[in-house]
């Protein structure tokens, strides 16, 4: 079976600051790793996806993730935090079981 | 074109309504999903069809039904409405069940009153 865990519902950095959002996985099976962004009131949109090869992904936006197996971790990372980064994130795992499992989610404020 | 489209955006009424929601992509997958995000925004897969086939059917009361008329189309008919129900659905689709992403439509937020 898999799961996710995201530390951190709320996470609030200045302008200009690293972003880091935290995301665990328990999976059976070689996962693949997703990290959606939603807007208010929109629907959920995805940043970047890992499903082989390289473990650094880049996204959309400036995101970037590293996949570390041993950590069983894919966190979510952005240098340097802009205001319009401010939504709701979501890290999803899939493999076995077809369908998508999501974490909780992560309320990102961005401070100006 | 929007990819995966749900109409209608907003839904109000009253308890013990029958509603539906539809939903609609033109993406060519073959795997849609039917999601509910409750107040805290936490994401619950209700169902998911491939090919107009049910695959999954989470623990969720029967008075939702599922109908895939075609692999292009998942709507959504809910019997008896509760106030537990109101919430954000949110329709999605993809191409391989779990290999790819998913693609999300903008959700249907239904208010139960």
């Known amino acids: 079976a898999q799961s996710v865990t995201q530390l951190g519902s709320h996470v609030s950095v200045s302008e200009g600051a690293l972003v880091l959002l935290r995301c665990n996985y328990s999976s059976s099976v070689p996962p693949y790793l997703f990290w959606y962004v939603q807007y208010p009131n929109q629907g959920l949109q995805l940043l970047l996806k890992?499903?082989?090869?390289?473990?650094l992904v880049k996204g959309i936006n400036g995101f970037e993730a590293e996949f570390k197996k041993s950590e069983t971790s894919f966190h979510l990372t952005k240098p340097s935090a802009h205001m319009s980064d401010a939504a709701e994130y979501f890290c999803a795992v899939s493999g076995t079981g077809n369908q998508f499992y999501f974490g909780t989610g992560t309320s990102l404020t961005v401070i100006p | 074109d929007t990819a995966v489209s749900q109409t209608p955006k907003y839904l109000v009424t009253q308890m013990g309504n029958d509603k539906s929601i539809k939903c609609e992509q033109n993406?060519?997958?073959?795997?849609m999903y039917w999601y509910k995000q409750d107040s805290k925004k936490f994401l619950k897969i209700m169902f998911s069809y491939n090919n107009k086939e049910l695959i999954i059917n989470e623990t969720v009361p029967n008075r939702f039904s599922p109908k895939s008329p075609d692999k292009a189309h998942l709507n959504l008919h809910i019997n008896s409405l509760e106030l537990g129900d109101s919430a954000v659905y949110f329709c999605?689709?993809?191409?391989?069940?779990?290999?790819?992403?998913?693609?999300f439509g903008q959700g249907t937020r239904l208010t139960v009153v």
């Open positions: 999605a689709s993809s191409q391989f069940q779990g290999v790819t992403e998913a693609f």
């Open positions: 890992y499903t082989t090869g390289a473990t």
């Open positions: 993406l060519g997958h073959d795997t």
